[in-house]
Each structure stands twice: as C-alpha cells, then as structure tokens.
T-cell receptor
Framework: RKEVEQDPGPFNVPEGATVAFNCTYS??????FFWYRQDCRKEPKLLMS???SGNEDGRFTAQLNRASQYISLLIRDSKLSDSATYLC????????????FGGGTRVLVKP | SQTIHQWPATLVQPVGSPLSLECTVE??????LYWYRQAAGRGLQLLFY??????ISSEVPQNLSASRPQDRQFILSSKKLLLSDSGFYLC??????????FGPGTRLLVL
C-alpha cells in the first residue's frame, strides 16, 4: 500500500457544482496534512493546512478523519479557474519536517 | 515573505553530461530546504533535504547529490546524467511549523 493515495481522476465538474475527493494515508502517527494546488507545468501552491478535524477557506473545505485515515477536500460553487491537479501531502512525523505527497487528483471544471 | 529562486527554468542536457541546479532563498534565515523531482504524470519524490549548512540527508539512492554551501543556497548536482533523470525539479523550504513552499522549478530533459 502506498503511503499516500489519491484518485487520479479526472473529476469532470460542471461550473457551479460541488466536488469532493479524498486522500488516504497509511502512517497513523501523522499529525499534519496539506492540500496543494498544481497548475500544468507549474509548482505546487499551498491551498490549505489541516491540523485538527478540518479547515475552511472560502469555497474550499478540508476535513480530517483520523479513524479512517483520510483527508478530504470539498470545493463548492466550482469556477473554471479551479481546474488543476490537487495534491495531498502528509507529514511523516519524523525529523526534518518531511512530507509525503500523493499522486494528485485532477479536476476539470467545465462551462 | 520568503522567496525561492531557481534557475534555469528549462534545461536540455545530453546523457552523460554533468548537472548543477541552484536554489536560493530570500526573506528567511535557517530554513529547512528540500529537493523534489516530479516525473511526467507522476507525484513528487523527495530527493534530499537539509536542516542547515553542510547538512544533507538523502532520501533515494541515485546518481544525484546535493550541497548547501550557504544558509540560503541549495545545489543539486550530478556527474553523469541518465535518461531517467528527466523531470521537474522543485526546491522547497519550511520556515515555520511544517508548511512547505515551492520554488518555480527547473524542467530538465535528458536526451
């Protein structure tokens, strides 16, 4: 089993709709989690951090389920500009503040 | 706020040639620095990380090496490139709790 797994998608989403996708992790010692957004041929950019049960930032909501070891990202009222690959990252809980990244979930918002 | 510079943005190199990629940081001191590689259509793979000058930890055995000659400078090198070294090389830093921020990356194509 991979340390961090994501559905690669693509998730085809009508503009204005809600989309949600998960990221599962295997290291139960992980304490912090992150969602990054990566546009084609660009660097990942931090979307939000998740340290406790969840986090909300505008149309984006991240939730953490420690019992089932997954985090989710929900995007409400999807915009065309939300089309991107969303990377999940999990802190390994070891020295060096190292993160393990999932392979990413591709989201395509269509008019 | 912190800024990460990487150059060159794009590089095409023949197999067997040497490599030197540079990452410099502004706006922070004593950051943790990281080198990642992202192969085409793949996730981010941590290659090296550094918690201080001259301190390098390797994640994956390979023909690459890293050095940190100054607090805000991180260099990725190879003596002889392989075809499999092609990819998107990203430098990242943490300066607070755990959040990692990425530089613009160098796209390397080995032919």
């Amino acid at each position: 089993r991979k340390e961090v797994e994501q559905d690669p998608g693509p998730f085809n989403v009508p503009e204005g709709a809600t989309v949600a996708f998960n990221c599962t992790y295997s290291n139960s010692a992980s304490q912090s989690f992150f969602w990054y957004r990566q546009d084609c041929r660009k660097e990942p950019k931090l979307l939000m951090s998740v340290y406790s049960s969840g986090n909300e930032d505008g149309r984006f909501t991240a939730q953490l389920n420690r019992a089932s070891q997954y985090i989710s990202l929900l995007i409400r009222d999807s915009k065309l500009s939300d089309s991107a690959t969303y990377l999940c990252a999990v802190n390994r809980g070891a020295a060096g503040n190292k993160l393990t990244f999932g392979g990413g979930t591709r989201v395509l918002v269509k008019p | 706020s912190q800024t990460i510079h990487q150059w060159p943005a794009t590089l095409v190199q023949p197999v067997g040639s040497p490599l030197s990629l540079e990452c410099t940081v502004e706006g922070t001191s004593n950051p943790n620095l990281y080198w990642y590689r992202q192969a085409a259509g793949r996730g981010l793979q941590l290659l090296f990380y550094s918690v201080g000058i001259g301190q390098i930890s390797s994640e994956v055995p390979q023909n690459l090496s890293a050095s940190r000659p100054q607090d805000r400078q991180f260099i990725l090198s190879s003596k002889k490139l392989l075809l499999s070294d092609s990819g998107f090389y990203l430098c990242a830093l943490t300066w607070d709790r755990e959040t990692q921020y990425f530089g613009p990356g160098t796209r390397l194509l080995v032919l």
